[in-house]
């Protein structure tokens, strides 16, 4: 089975900290990406990875970097959090273009 | 920029009707996926979509594409409870890896 396996699934951080959120995957897959999910709004998508060392900005990438060092691990760095990036964060991973994505359980991150 | 809707955004439906959500997306693309997401849950995949006239069932669902259209529908058969969830469908912009998902369609079916 493909686990793709989120760092943690609760996280609670005061405003103007940096945070990251850490992704992983077993399937050796070349996409990655990251997600936030806020209700009413779907899932936005804040960058992927189609190689490592690759990245392309998502819709909504304002705010956020990220890091892809080796291709297994996806990390998603918020450089000073602020309220409103409290969100549920999803990752996900698949082989290519024409394959289905498989999802990590998501991070629920409070800014407080 | 590759924008993605679904409709209706919410669906209330009596257990045994048939219903049918509709997902729009804006440019051309012949790769679709549905995903299904239960509360509290992370998502899970349902179909993959990869041409133009493609039809999946499984169980109760059925997903089709039109590219032509640019129009995917996931049709629901006589609803059961255990349908009651959120779907998501999402698209790959043509020649590249970018997945762009719509706002989900938040389904409830009642006795």
């Known amino acids: 089975d493909v686990k793709v396996t989120q760092s943690s699934r609760y996280l609670v951080k005061r405003t103007g900290e940096k945070v990251f959120l850490e992704c992983v995957q077993d399937?050796?897959?070349?996409?990655m990406f990251w997600y936030r999910q806020d209700p009413g709004l779907g899932l936005r998508l804040i960058y992927f990875?189609?190689?490592?060392?690759?990245?392309e900005k998502g819709d909504i990438p304002e705010g956020y970097s990220v890091s892809r060092e080796k291709k297994e691990r996806f990390s998603l760095i918020l450089e000073s959090a602020s309220t409103n990036q409290t969100s549920m964060y999803l990752c996900?991973?698949?082989?290519?273009?024409?394959?289905?994505?498989?999802f990590g359980q998501g991070t629920r991150l409070t800014v407080v | 920029e590759l924008k993605v809707e679904q409709n209706p955004l919410f669906l209330s439906m009596q257990e045994g009707k048939n219903y049918t959500i509709y997902c729009n997306y804006s440019?051309?693309?012949?790769?679709l996926y549905w995903y299904r997401q239960d509360p509290g849950k992370s998502l899970e995949s349902l179909f993959v979509?990869?041409?133009?006239?493609a039809v999946k069932q499984e169980g109760r669902l059925m997903a089709s594409l039109d590219t032509k259209a640019r129009l995917s529908t996931l049709h629901i058969t006589a609803a059961v409870h255990d349908l009651s969830a959120t779907y998501f469908c999402?698209?790959?912009?043509?020649?590249?890896?970018?997945?762009?998902f719509g706002t989900g369609t938040r389904l409830q079916v009642f006795p």
């Open positions: 979509l990869l041409s133009n006239g």
């Open positions: 996900a991973s698949r082989t290519g273009m024409n394959t289905e994505a498989f």
């Open positions: 990875s189609y190689d490592v060392k690759m990245k």
């Open positions: 399937m050796d897959h070349e996409n």
């Open positions: 440019t051309t693309s012949d790769r």
């Open positions: 999402a698209v790959s912009s043509y020649n590249t890896d970018k997945l762009i």
